[in-house]
């Protein structure tokens, strides 16, 4: 016995968790298959790369030199022609049925100017009702563009004589958008099913009644909070090793940082997800309206935790809110270790944040559970 906790009932308890939670098909597939699923889906359909982006071109000039544009423009693989036109109504119509994401317009004369040194000019449309997709056609477009037009003598959009302009990105060199995606991943898939077995299996309980009965057990408040949350503690670190182990086998995701600081960072997040889940559990009586209460908290979590917008692109009142969101930390932490391997004294920050919310949240979390079930 310590601290008022008897570990051989708190054993029995986690045992009657674990077999309760495995015994039943569908949680195991909840708990082991549908994670790597998710990250299946985020690292292929979840993608904002341009490849073989549909484009329309409308050659004026008809010359060698603009037929060299365009199959310089396909080469890359981010483009693929699939109409050409004569006409400007051409362009207006392919990007209104969206049968062409870009449309690519060879004004008369485009040659002539590339010789002269002059500096030819050719126009790029691009439809703008994906945003992201169509900045990062713009961009590659742009570059392809320029790229010609510097080897070919000066040209569209050539910079200044005297400049040489040479980009490079790190951490990413292919601005793969899988490399950054998957890695978020984790935190998400973590924090859903952290609410959803805390929360779901304690409003289960309730359900079916074998709360009262573990209430009146001589188990105390503490071993029944524990015996509910541990095994989840054990089923979230699974999980984040096979979330782990995909993503660096299957999707070839670089992990340059350490393994123990990730896993440090984890706990104090997992903390975090088993108070939200405790909480759901206080203030739901059946499971459906627990489902329905975690997903009120999950997707403001994912949209202010930058996963999937820049957190700097938000309003200043809403990236202030995002200081709240462990998730946002975790993520920060998770692409640091991953990508950068950043260590302690880069990420000490985003930890302490998750350790003081996690453990505040899980401390909120078990005095009202107590009350409730006192």
């Not at 029995?12 to 098909?25: A, G, N, S, V």
């Not at 009146?216 to 071993?223: A, I, R, T, Y």
């Not at 999707?251 to 984890?266: H, M, V, W, Y």
């Not at 405790?278 to 999950?298: K, R, Y």
């Amino acid at each position: 016995m310590l601290g008022g906790v008897r570990w051989g009932r708190l054993v029995e308890l986690i045992r009657k968790e674990f077999r309760q939670t495995l015994r039943d098909p569908r949680s195991k597939r909840l708990v082991f298959v549908a994670p790597v699923v998710q990250l299946m889906l985020f690292g292929y359909a979840v993608n904002t790369d341009v490849r073989n982006a549909a484009t329309f071109v409308v050659d004026y000039d008809r010359t060698a030199e603009s037929r060299d544009l365009v199959r310089t423009l396909t080469a890359s693989g981010y483009f693929r022609v699939v109409g050409t036109g004569d006409r400007p109504a051409a362009i207006v119509r392919a990007l209104d049925r969206g049968d062409a994401l870009l449309a690519l317009e060879i004004p008369r004369g485009f040659a002539a100017d590339l010789a002269s040194g002059r500096g030819a000019r050719v126009q790029v449309l691009v439809d703008g009702t994906s945003s992201n997709t169509a900045l990062v056609a713009q961009g590659y477009a742009t570059q392809i563009i320029q790229r010609f037009g510097l080897e070919r003598g000066g040209g569209a959009a050539a910079v200044p004589r005297g400049v040489e302009l040479r980009a490079r990105a790190w951490y990413n060199p292919n601005l793969v958008s899988r490399v950054y995606n998957v890695p978020g991943v984790i935190g998400t898939i973590m924090m859903l099913m952290g609410l959803l077995l805390t929360s779901l299996a304690v409003v289960r309980e309730r359900e079916i009644g074998t709360l009262e009965q573990l209430m009146v057990s001589p188990l105390s408040p503490l071993e029944l909070i524990l015996g509910k949350t541990l095994p989840v503690v054990v089923i979230a670190f699974i999980q984040m090793a096979l979330i782990t182990t995909v993503a660096l086998l299957w999707f070839r995701i670089p992990f340059e940082g350490s393994a123990l600081l990730l896993l440090t960072a984890a706990f104090f997040y997992i903390l975090s997800g088993l108070g939200l889940g405790l909480l759901i559990s206080t203030v739901s009586a059946t499971q459906q309206e627990a489902f329905m209460s975690m997903f009120f908290i999950f997707m403001p979590l994912i949209i202010l935790s930058g996963f999937m917008y820049p957190v700097e692109n938000m309003p200043t009142f809403f990236q202030y809110v995002t200081l709240f969101n462990p998730l946002r930390h975790f993520l920060e932490v998770v692409r640091g270790i991953f990508l950068k391997g950043a260590g302690l004294d880069v990420l000490w920050p985003q930890i302490a944040a998750l350790a003081v919310m996690g453990v505040t949240i899980l401390f909120v979390a078990a005095k009202r559970f107590r009350k409730t079930t006192a």
